[in-house]
C-alpha cells in the first residue's frame, strides 16, 4: 500500500483548507485510514480516522467539531476538511492506514505511512 497527502499550504487563522491522501496499491474500501500531525518540537497526534466499513469516524479532542474525515472511492481517497483552523494547527500532516478506528489507542501502531503535507496557519 503506497500513501501520498498533498493539499497543505499557508491559511490564515479562521481560515479553512482540505488535506488529501492518495492510496495506490489496495483498494480504499478494505482500508482504514488515521490521519496525524506534527509539529515542530512535539510528539506526533492522531487526529482522525476513518473506518473501511460503514465509515467509523474518529476524531481527538483538539479537532472535534472544526475537522471532518471522508472517503471517495472514485479517487480511491480520503480526505481532511479543516475549518476555523488556529495556529496550533500548524504541523505535517501524515496519513496512514490504521488496523482499526475505535478510539485514541487505534493510532498506536500505524500500519503503512504516507508522506507528510505542511499546514501553517498564520496570519
Same mark, same amino acid.
Given at each position: $500500500?503506497?500513501?501520498q497527502a =498533498? /493539499?497543505? !499550504? %499557508?491559511?490564515?487563522?479562521?481560515?479553512?483548507?482540505? $488535506?488529501?491522501c492518495?492510496? =495506490? /496499491?489496495? !483498494? %480504499?474500501?478494505?482500508?482504514?485510514?488515521?490521519?496525524?500531525?506534527?509539529?515542530?518540537?512535539?510528539e506526533r497526534e492522531g487526529i482522525s480516522c476513518i473506518g473501511n466499513s460503514g465509515g467509523?469516524?474518529?476524531y481527538s479532542d483538539s479537532v472535534k467539531g472544526?475537522?471532518?474525515?471522508s472517503r471517495d472511492f472514485a479517487k480511491n481517497a480520503a480526505s481532511l476538511e479543516m475549518?476555523?483552523?488556529?495556529?496550533?494547527?500548524?504541523?505535517?500532516?501524515?496519513?496512514a492506514t490504521l488496523g482499526d478506528c475505535w478510539g485514541p489507542s487505534s493510532f498506536?501502531?500505524?500500519?503503512d505511512w504516507g508522506q507528510g503535507?505542511?499546514?501553517?496557519?498564520?496570519?
Open positions: $500500500v503506497q500513501l =498533498s /493539499g497543505g !499550504g %499557508l491559511v490564515q487563522p479562521g481560515g479553512s483548507l482540505r $488535506v488529501s492518495v492510496v =495506490s /496499491g489496495f !483498494g %480504499l474500501d478494505a482500508l482504514t485510514i488515521g490521519w496525524f500531525r506534527q509539529a515542530p518540537g512535539k467509523t469516524t474518529f472544526r475537522f471532518t474525515i475549518n476555523s483552523l488556529k495556529p496550533e494547527d500548524t504541523a505535517t500532516y501524515f496519513c498506536r501502531a500505524p500500519l503535507t505542511e499546514v501553517t496557519v498564520s496570519s
